[in-house]
């Protein structure tokens, strides 16, 4: 008999626990459907901005936290956000313009009304300080998040083929 006041503590404890997941984090259809919404207009600012404005506005683009990294052709480019507002000022030297076009193909999978995965295809055009022109064509991937009344990337990766 000693064990069951145990028994009955883990119980309830076990039974707390299944109700700690709160209501703002419960992925209804409804609220997957919004979310995939919102993403995908995130998605359409980022590529008007970036065609609009150049590299410096991925800065704004990129969450501003620890969590953040960027990965492109299968290297860490960026290792966290600090990083990342060093190579895009850098950036803003070498690349003078910058189109950037999603493909049809974009795709949202709603993880929490808050957190989505974004993945697409992507065609840039990119004009260099020297007068330079490179075209990419490639697949992105990245998480975004809904903080602070906005979304944004935590993670992004960028690749394009191997000839």
Known sequence: M???PRVVLLATIATAACGLRTDSQ???PERAKATEES????ARTVAHDVTQEGPAAWRRFFADSPAFFMA????LEFPNSISAAKGIQDLTKAIKKIELRW???LRVDPLTPDLAVLAATFHEVLLTAEGGRI???GFFTGVTEHREGRWQFRNAHWSVPVP
């Open 135 to 137: 075209e990419e064509t």
């Open 103 to 105: 493909g049809d193909d």
């Open 39 to 42: 993403v995908r207009a995130f």
């Open 72 to 75: 492109s052709e299968g290297h």
């Open 2 to 4: 000693a064990g069951w």
């Open 26 to 28: 419960t992925l209804t």
